[in-house]
């Protein structure tokens, strides 16, 4: 959904401002913003929801076995009776299927939101050091383009100019 609201703002405002105008985002799929954080936000949510159904179906069973008899004394049976479930091993193991699959999406939800977070610091920590590794780049490139210029004008030898330093932390 998220994917289509942004299509759809783009496609706007290409209709507004014209086919050349500037676009609001370089890559509408791609999971940048708020579509990354709308997507952690679903993991989290679908992981809870997976662990609450896990938690409910446990104690609300009393753990994941059914018992083929059940003594009953509710209303309105006047006294005590017996009350036979029917298939009781089809439905537990029905029932421990459903729970070992909601584990198994919680433990891939989980990897997934780590993967997700891991795979966003790597790049913020590649694109800080890369932007150090340009600007120490740029400063020596700058030094030598002074150097050329200092040639080209005839000042050989002059090393009286003023140099700057940038100290990157």
């Known amino acids: 959904m998220h994917v289509a609201y942004r299509e759809d703002r783009e496609r706007k405002n ?39 159904f896990v938690f409910l179906v446990y104690h609300m069973y009393e753990g ?42 919680i433990l891939l939800s989980f990897f997934e939101i780590l993967y997700l977070v891991g795979k966003r610091c790597h790049e913020f920590l590649s694109s800080a050091h890369h932007s150090r590794q340009v600007i120490t780049h740029s400063m020596s490139s700058g030094s030598k383009l002074m150097e050329a210029n200092a040639l080209k004008s005839g000042e050989q030898g002059t090393t009286d100019k003023k140099s700057y330093y940038v100290v990157v932390s």
Request: charged share 20%; glycine share 6%.
């Open 14 to 52: 290409q209709l507004k401002y014209g086919e050349n105008c500037k676009r609001l985002y370089p890559n509408t799929g791609k999971k940048r913003g708020g579509l990354w954080w709308t997507y952690i936000l679903t993991l989290v949510f679908k992981i809870g929801v997976d662990a609450t």
């Open 64 to 105: 994941y076995s059914f018992p083929s008899l059940i003594k009953c004394a509710q209303v309105p049976c006047p006294n005590t009776v017996d009350c036979f479930i029917s298939r009781p091993t089809e439905k537990r193991i029905f029932t421990i299927f459903m729970v070992v699959t909601s584990l198994a999406c």
